[in-house]
């Protein structure tokens, strides 16, 4: 059974993609934006404080009616998130990933941040050839979702 180790020697990250507690909401949200995330971790002084999710930032900011250049990380991440060790299944993360309704964990080595690992590393890890990603094709009888010929709703006209 693979295990996160085996995953993350097959990552070719630079850095880890995380954010300090005292930076904005805004520019947390602005890194996940420029990197295509949908989650960072929260550092102090390289050691793991907390993570902050899209979901977070929409719930906190934009239901709650705060200011995401006012509003700190820290206001809004989640503390002590779940975390994995480097010796762990894939199957255990995906039972944490689906536990806790996350799409990416801080992998923890030695009190320290070894990496992170997400449904896209784990997916990937699952093919049968490592490192190539099929791509979707069309059948020939699919059809649009928006198909400008069916104007109805719920069996109603909209006209």
Excluded at 44 to 55: I, T, Y
Excluded at 66 to 89: G, L
Excluded at 128 to 144: F, L, T
Aim: hydrophobic content about 35%; overall charge positive.
């Amino acid at each position: 059974m693979k295990t996160v180790r085996d995953v993350l020697e097959k990552q070719q990250l630079k850095d880890i993609p995380s954010i300090s507690a005292e930076a904005s909401v805004y520019a947390a949200i602005t890194l996940m934006s420029e990197r295509h995330l949908s989650s960072l971790i929260v550092l102090e002084k390289k050691q793991l404080v907390g993570a902050v999710h899209e979901r977070d930032c929409l719930e906190k900011i934009l239901l709650w009616g705060q200011r995401s250049r006012e509003t700190r990380v820290k206001e809004i991440m989640r503390k002590n998130p779940m975390t994995v060790r480097p010796s762990d299944s894939l199957e255990t993360c995906i039972i944490y990933m689906l536990t806790e309704q996350v799409s990416q964990l801080p992998v923890l080595e030695k009190g320290g941040v070894l990496g992170v690992i997400t449904t896209e590393d784990i997916l990937k890890a699952g093919l049968k050839r490592p490192g190539i990603v099929p791509q979707a094709k069309p059948s020939m009888d699919s059809k649009p979702v928006n198909n400008q010929d069916d104007r109805s709703w719920s069996g109603r006209s909209l006209n």
